[in-house]
């Protein structure tokens, strides 16, 4: 299986910095990531495709890069409705798995 | 508006079954692949199983392979997981989603929870 290792673990920042979320995968994905945001109580919604793919109707703030084995999702101007849990996911081969997430919260 | 509710979740004793469904409306449900995913209590996100449009191929978690069959009416847009031989591992919220890799859109999840 892929192993898809997230870090950090949690984060804590204030509104309106740059906040970076790194995921290694265990071995070549090319771009076959997606980063999902996940509120308290909430199920997750789609922020990224494809590494770097803004899904329709997310904030341009949000941002992904990365190809092979190593990506990113950058949240620039954070803002205090961005406190969630993310979790980046592979879904290149199966079974598809997912990091153990980064919760981010306001300083 | 695409949207997917799930019900059929509650508390079950070890050893037995339950059957998830799900319902999306707000798009051509049989042109899409599905997805169940869940996510025990605190935990991670973890792939269950997907279902193809069209000719219905299935994909399974070896966690659930044997256990838990998906399946779909698509006249009724409609996804179904029958779980069986359910452990106390398999206590989670259970969530469908569109797609079988981007999963761009979720149900809200229904909780399973298996306890003596």
Known sequence: ?107 | QEHLVESGGGLVKPGGSLRLSCVGSGFNFSDYYMSWIRQAPGKGLEWVSYITNGVNIKYYADSVKGRFTISRDNAKNSLFLQMDSLRAEDTAIYYCARDFSTHDYWGPGTLVAVSS
């Open chain 1, 1 to 107: 299986d892929i192993q898809m290792t997230q870090s950090p673990s949690s984060l804590s920042a204030s509104v309106g910095d740059r906040v970076t979320i790194t995921c290694q995968a265990s071995q070549d994905i090319s771009h076959y990531v997606n980063w999902y945001q996940q509120k308290a109580g909430k199920a997750p919604k789609l922020l990224i495709f494809d590494a770097s793919n803004l899904k329709t109707g997310v904030p341009s703030r949000f941002s992904g890069r990365g190809s092979g084995t190593d990506f990113t999702l950058t949240i620039n101007s954070l803002q205090p409705e961005d406190v969630a849990t993310y979790f980046c996911h592979q879904c290149k081969n199966l079974p598809y798995t997912f990091g153990q997430g980064t919760k981010l919260e306001i300083k």
